[in-house]
């Protein structure tokens, strides 16, 4: 048929019969995605974004349109009445618009969105940010109305465009990804967690534009998981970037290998603590000079920032990048991670340390390495680096509570970027073996009738220490008493803490040390002559198994070495009439041993844990589910004591 002959009343017709169509399978729609998603208050039909990426006066420009469209399908839904979205200095809102849409006597009818508002957007650790967002409220929300929303941004900086994430809490019915670029305009990409490459892509030319577009249907929704990595380990996502343009025959080079990244990356500290602060020189060489060698000069300095620096992330626009002027740190005496890291090589150079640099790097929220994707993707952090001969020390300063030697926790296993003599370097950052992380109890037991009696000394090394010291801060009197009691509690809720005493708790560089006195009522089992007992007053890792149906990786704050030692006074009169099996396990996950001894009237338990990876893979899970059984199993072995 040739449609270019048809009559204008023929095309209206079709036109109607086409909108009658739509009516009919509209007011279809609710049901049937009731019938498809009979556990979700919400659907979403579509959430894109499209990209026109061009050149103009000689520079790049880039336009982004965004568009949302989700469905109310339950009356729960309707109290989900808004939704928001972010904008800021760098890239700047154009123009939005939202509306409600209801069925009205079987007419779809808009209703604007009148109710908005402007925040600050809150980011955890952040004090300030210039990030803002825009909430709407949609009036008028009923089981099969719709909020839609579109809002148009530009992106001021072609270094920083943003990942596009398919996925979210509600099922999403569509999702797709656009870009359209001049011809001169060369993109990159890399997706993220689409292994079986459901995502659709295609590359097409249009009016002498490229279109590059992704897909995806039917999302799933995202499931929340403990001990979760972060959702970037598992939600399928596209990281796109510039590599390169052409202006008058002369191609600018953007992104695309780590090399640019360290050149964008260097333009913003290029010119830091060029003037010389007599104060803050003053001080760096007060700090150092009964020291001797380098290690223990910056180890000085590194405290000293620790302990005056207050850490306050304050980001507006460029700031997010470029640190502040060690002396403008010093003399307010806070900062963000950039300007902590920047006082510390600051001060390292009016010490004469040498080898002392501020570094780049993500922390392990973020999955990319500088390999797989040299963006600023890959950064959210900085530190600052310090040389020791062929090793390498992060010098972190946001904790104020782990010691010198180990990273921050949350930046193991990553990589730091850092100016070596003008050229880039890449290193990684280690993970700390569990033996650095211990966990070091003596108790010592005695029966007192119903009673187990027990005195203990706890120390905590590592990121134990620092972790727990983190959690009770600056807590005192009952407070303070409560969390030492939920710190050392053993057995049941029957344990009673009298006394206890700290150690260490100012000094980072020793284990932070807990001495504790208690009673343990209910917990001793006595039928005729004999005692039981199960001396496993802490049953490590007990309640840890994963769920068949996990998705995401399991993560650990970091690797602790669980090093504890029960000793038992048997009572007069008494012997032993049963005594449990030795256990020893050594696996890819975990190392354990549950050693008895008796030795001079005296039963000892010794117990040692051993995890072995920061992160289980989907992988692992069986094996360390099939761990914990063996462990929950001598968990429950009981000592039997019998009457002479």
């Known amino acids: 048929m040739n449609w270019l002959k048809l009559s204008n009343k023929k095309v209206f017709c079709f036109v109607l019969l086409g909108f009658i169509f739509m009516k009919v399978q509209a007011q279809k729609t609710l049901q049937e995605y009731k019938t498809i998603y009979p556990n979700f208050n919400e659907l979403v039909l579509n959430d894109t974004q499209n990209y026109d990426i061009s050149i103009a006066d000689k520079k790049i420009k880039i336009i982004q349109d965004n568009h949302y469209e989700a469905m109310i399908l339950s009356e729960n839904g309707i109290q989900n009445n808004t939704e928001s979205f972010s904008y800021s200095e760098l890239i700047k809102l154009k123009e939005y618009d939202a509306y409600t849409v209801i069925n009205d006597n079987g007419k779809e009818r808009k209703i604007k969105v009148t109710q908005t508002a402007e925040k600050q957007a809150q980011e955890s650790a952040i004090f300030y940010n210039d990030v803002k967002e825009r909430q709407l409220t949609f009036p008028n929300l009923e089981a099969g109305a719709k909020k839609v929303y579109n809002y148009?941004?530009?992106?001021?900086?072609?270094?920083?465009?943003?990942?596009?994430?398919?996925?979210?809490?509600?099922?999403?019915?569509?999702?797709s990804l656009e870009i359209k670029t001049d011809k001169e305009i060369t993109i990159g990409y890399?997706?993220?967690?689409?292994?079986?490459?459901?995502?659709?892509?295609?590359?097409?030319?249009?009016?002498?534009?490229?279109?590059?577009?992704w897909t995806l249907k039917d999302i799933k929704p995202v499931k929340f998981e403990e001990n979760s990595p972060g959702y970037l380990y598992v939600i399928p996502h596209i990281n796109i970037f510039i590599k390169n343009y052409t202006v008058d025959s002369k191609v600018v080079e953007v992104l695309g290998d780590e090399n640019k990244l360290f050149q964008y990356y260097k333009g913003f500290v290029k010119n830091l603590n060029q003037d010389e602060n007599a104060d803050l020189k003053d001080l760096s060489l007060a700090l150092t000079k009964n020291q001797t060698n380098d290690?223990?000069?910056?180890?000085?300095?590194?405290?000293?920032?620790?302990?005056?620096?207050?850490?306050?992330a304050f980001e507006n626009g460029y700031e997010g990048f470029i640190p502040r002027e060690a002396s403008f740190v010093f003399q307010r005496k806070f900062g963000d991670c950039k300007d902590m890291a920047n006082i510390i090589s600051g001060m390292a150079k009016y010490?004469?340390?040498?080898?002392?640099?501020i570094a780049w790097i993500g922390t392990r929220s973020i999955p990319y390495s500088y390999s797989e994707l040299p963006t600023p993707s890959v950064d959210n952090h900085m530190i600052a680096v310090f040389k020791n001969g062929e090793e390498y020390l992060f010098l972190d300063a946001t904790?104020?509570?782990?010691?010198?030697?180990?990273?921050?926790?949350?930046?193991?296993?990553?990589?730091?970027?850092f100016n070596d003599n003008g050229n880039y370097k890449i290193i990684p950052v280690p993970i700390v073996p569990p033996e650095k992380n211990e966990i070091k109890e003596v108790v010592k037991l005695s029966i007192d009738k119903t009673k187990l009696v027990g005195s203990g000394t706890l120390e905590l090394?590592?990121?134990?220490?620092s972790h727990i010291l983190s959690k009770i801060g600056d807590a005192s009197n009952k407070t303070r008493f409560e969390m030492i009691k939920s710190i050392v509690l053993k057995g049941n809720n029957k344990f009673n803490l009298k006394e206890y005493t700290e150690e260490n708790r100012e000094d980072r560089d020793k284990p932070y040390k807990i001495n504790f006195n208690f009673d343990l009522d209910n917990y001793i089992v006595k039928v005729d002559k004999e005692i039981y007992l199960n001396l496993f007053l802490d049953k490590i890792y007990e309640k840890m198994t994963i769920e068949k149906d996990r998705v995401s990786k399991f993560e650990f704050e970091f690797l602790t070495f669980f090093n504890t030692q029960y000793e038992l006074e048997i009572p007069q009169n008494y012997s032993v009439k049963y005594l449990p099996k030795n256990f020893s396990l050594d696996n890819d996950v975990l190392k354990a041993d549950f050693i008895y001894e008796i030795k001079n009237n005296k039963l000892q338990l010794n117990i040692q844990l051993k995890p072995k990876k920061l992160m289980l893979d989907t992988t692992d899970f069986e094996l360390w589910n099939e761990t914990i059984k063996k462990l929950k199993s001598n968990y429950t072995e009981t000592l039997i004591l019998l009457e002479k």
């Open 351 to 357: 010490a004469n340390i040498k080898n002392v640099t």
């Open 295 to 312: 290690v223990d000069k910056i180890k000085s300095i590194f405290y000293w920032v620790k302990d005056n620096i207050k850490y306050i």
């Open 190 to 213: 890399k997706i993220f967690n689409d292994p079986n490459n459901n995502i659709a892509f295609s590359k097409t030319e249009k009016k002498g534009k490229w279109i590059y577009k």
């Open 461 to 465: 090394i590592g990121y134990n220490r």
């Open 152 to 175: 148009q941004t530009e992106f001021t900086d072609p270094y920083l465009l943003h990942k596009f994430i398919f996925g979210g809490n509600a099922p999403i019915l569509n999702s």
């Open 399 to 417: 904790d104020k509570e782990t010691r010198y030697g180990i990273p921050t926790a949350f930046i193991q296993g990553k990589e730091a970027m």
